[in-house]
Nanobody, 113 residues
Framework: QVQLVESGGGLVQPGGSLRLACAASGIKVGIEPMAWYRQAPGKQRELVAN???????TYADSVKGRFSLLRDNTKNTLYLQMNRLKPEDTAVYYC???????WGQGTQVTVSS
């Protein structure tokens, strides 16, 4: 059974940084294609970044150059490092094993002064 647990969200000022973590069990993060999505109030869930099983990454234009994906195979955890945060990054962030229905429960990120 696959379980994904996100953590690391919170309140941060514009320009600040956060690192989200997605701790996985039932899969090996190092060999699965995975992604981070986000959903802002009143908006559809959108893909933020994804990593292929060989480690190639893709980012949404809105976060390119500010966000980065990191995998720690020893901790079986996928991270989303978010820098230079903007108010429009405010959303619930979810991790997912791509091409499956395996999602985490989400972690709230609020960017506000």
């Amino acid at each position: 059974q696959v379980q994904l647990v996100e953590s690391g969200g919170g309140l941060v000022q514009p320009g600040g940084s956060l690192r989200l973590a997605c701790a996985a069990s039932g899969i090996k993060v190092g060999i699965e294609p995975m992604a981070w999505y986000r959903q802002a109030p009143g908006k559809q869930r959108e893909l933020v970044a994804n990593i292929s099983y060989i480690g190639s990454t893709t980012y949404a234009d809105s976060v390119k150059g500010r966000f980065s994906l990191l995998r720690d195979n020893t901790k079986n955890t996928l991270y989303l490092q978010m820098n230079r945060l903007k108010p429009e990054d405010t959303a619930v962030y979810y991790c997912r094993v791509l091409f499956t229905d395996d999602w985490g429960q989400g972690t709230q990120v609020t960017v506000s002064s």
